[in-house]
C-alpha cells in the first residue's frame, strides 16, 4: 500500500546547484500537485498536473519546472537552487481535480536545505 | 496576504479538556478541508465540508462550515494526547484542484 511516494527525504544543497525532487503514486490518480511548506505560511502549491502531458503552474512557481510523461510520476526540478527555496516539499495527488468529493493524499515529504 | 486565517496558531490544554480551532476568510469557498499533519509526516485528510451550515462529527471532534461558507471550525471534545499535531484548513474554489491552505493551529494536549 504505497500511496504517495517522494525520495528523497532529506536533501542538502549548495546555492546553483539543480536537483530534481522525485514524487510517485500507484493508485492510478489523475491529479498530481506540488507544494512547499514554510513555517507560518500554511502549504503553497507550486505546480500542478491534471494528467500526463498536462502540467500547470501555482502560486509559487518560479525556480521550479515540473512534467508529466506518465500518470504515476510527476518531478519536481529546481533549476539552480537558491536559499529561499529551503523548505518542506509535499507531493500530493487525488483521482480527479474535484477536492470538493475526493480526497486528496500526501507523501512524507523532502527536507531540502539550501546553503 | 493569507487568505484563509486560522486561529489560535498554537495551542496548548491538558487532556480532558475541549479545545476549538477557527477558520475565517473573507472569501467564499466550495469546499473546506481539515487535515491534521504529525512531525515527519504529510498531512492526512480529516473531513470535507461541503453545504453551508453543514456539521461533520467524527468520534470526539466536530467540523462545522459556516452558513456563508466562507469560515469553519473544529471542536474536540475531551482531548488525548493523540490528538497532538498541526491542524490545516484548506478551501477550493470550484472543481479545479487548486486549493488554499490556512497557516496551521499547533495543537498540544499534554497527559
Known amino acids: 500500500n504505497a500511496g504517495v511516494t517522494q525520495t528523497p527525504k532529506f536533501q542538502v544543497l549548495k546555492t546553483g546547484q539543480s536537483m530534481t525532487l522525485q514524487c510517485a503514486q500507484d493508485?492510478?490518480?489523475?491529479?498530481m500537485s506540488w507544494y512547499r511548506q514554510d513555517p507560518g505560511m500554511g502549504l503553497r502549491l507550486i505546480h500542478y498536473?491534471?494528467?500526463?502531458?498536462?502540467?500547470d503552474q501555482g502560486e509559487v512557481p518560479n525556480g521550479y519546472n515540473v512534467s508529466r510523461s506518465t500518470t504515476e510520476d510527476f518531478p519536481l526540478r529546481l533549476l539552480s537552487a537558491a536559499p529561499s527555496q529551503t523548505s518542506v516539499y509535499f507531493c500530493?495527488?487525488?483521482?480527479?481535480?474535484?477536492?470538493?468529493?475526493?480526497?486528496?493524499?500526501f507523501g512524507d515529504g523532502t527536507r531540502l536545505s539550501i546553503l | 496576504t493569507q487568505l484563509l486565517e486560522q486561529s489560535p496558531q498554537f495551542l496548548s490544554i491538558q487532556e480532558g479538556e475541549n479545545l476549538t480551532v477557527y477558520c475565517n476568510s473573507s472569501?467564499?469557498?466550495?469546499?473546506l478541508q481539515w487535515y491534521r499533519q504529525e512531525p515527519g509526516e504529510g498531512p492526512v485528510l480529516l473531513v470535507t465540508?461541503?453545504?453551508?451550515?453543514e456539521v461533520k462529527k467524527l468520534k470526539r471532534l466536530t467540523f462545522q462550515f459556516g452558513d456563508a461558507r466562507k469560515d469553519s471550525s473544529l471542536h474536540i471534545t475531551a482531548a488525548q494526547p493523540g490528538d497532538t499535531g498541526l491542524y490545516l484548513c484548506?478551501?477550493?474554489?470550484?472543481?479545479?484542484?487548486?486549493?488554499?491552505f490556512g497557516a496551521g493551529t499547533q495543537v498540544v494536549v499534554t497527559p
Open positions: 500530493a495527488s487525488s483521482l480527479t481535480t474535484d477536492l470538493n468529493n475526493q480526497p486528496q493524499h
Open positions: 498536473s491534471v494528467g500526463a502531458g498536462i502540467t
Open positions: 465540508v461541503v453545504t453551508g451550515g
Open positions: 472569501s467564499v469557498f466550495s469546499s
Open positions: 493508485m492510478n490518480h489523475e491529479y
Open positions: 484548506a478551501g477550493a474554489r470550484g472543481s479545479w484542484g487548486k486549493l488554499q
